[in-house]
């Protein structure tokens, strides 16, 4: 790993800093392989159609969508209307109260989703082709134990 942030050679990397790096890493070969292959969704919109995914056939209401991205209306209403625009996604007005706008995925949306879901796959196996089975094992229980440990901090915050 390069020197970062002031960190000497001899001295050990800060584990924080390291997995922080190689999921920035991972991000990074994520959008080059997406590019390479004409996906013109940003990583907001992917996260975006990724969340309408996940959420099946249901609508999501707009402010839903503010919370899950922790954005102002405004940049949400952006992405939204970016998407809308590509033909990812419809919106409505709610039928229960009309200030309210509904998002759901189109086809072409989930196809999106389908084609970053393959090379979000294709990353995680580009990990794990240089770890043995036993290290891939333990490093996702290591991992596992971190993310409990963090999502309960910050719960509880």
């Given at each position: 790993m390069p020197e970062q942030g002031g960190t000497r050679m001899n001295e050990e990397p800060d584990l924080g800093r390291?997995?922080?790096?190689?999921a920035h890493l991972g991000m990074r070969y994520n959008e080059k392989l997406l590019r390479r292959d004409g996906y013109d969704v940003t990583p907001?919109?992917?996260?975006v159609l990724l969340y309408l995914a996940h959420?099946?056939?249901l609508?999501?209401?707009?402010?839903?969508?503010e919370?899950?991205?922790?954005?102002?209306?405004?940049?949400?209403?952006?992405i939204v209307s970016r998407l809308e625009e590509k033909g990812c996604i419809t919106r409505r007005a709610s039928p229960t109260d009309g200030r309210c706008r509904l998002v759901s995925l189109t086809e072409a949306g989930q196809a999106r989703?389908?084609?970053?879901?393959?090379v979000m796959s294709n990353t995680g196996r580009r990990y794990a082709s240089i770890l043995s089975e036993e290290e891939e094992t333990a490093l996702r229980d290591l991992l596992s134990r971190i993310i409990e440990t963090l999502e309960s901090e910050v719960n509880n915050l």
């Open positions: 390291m997995i922080a790096y190689c907001v919109q992917s996260h959420q099946g056939d609508a999501v209401n707009q402010r839903e969508l919370k899950e991205l922790h954005l102002k209306p405004s940049t949400v209403n952006g989703v389908d084609a970053f879901r393959a």
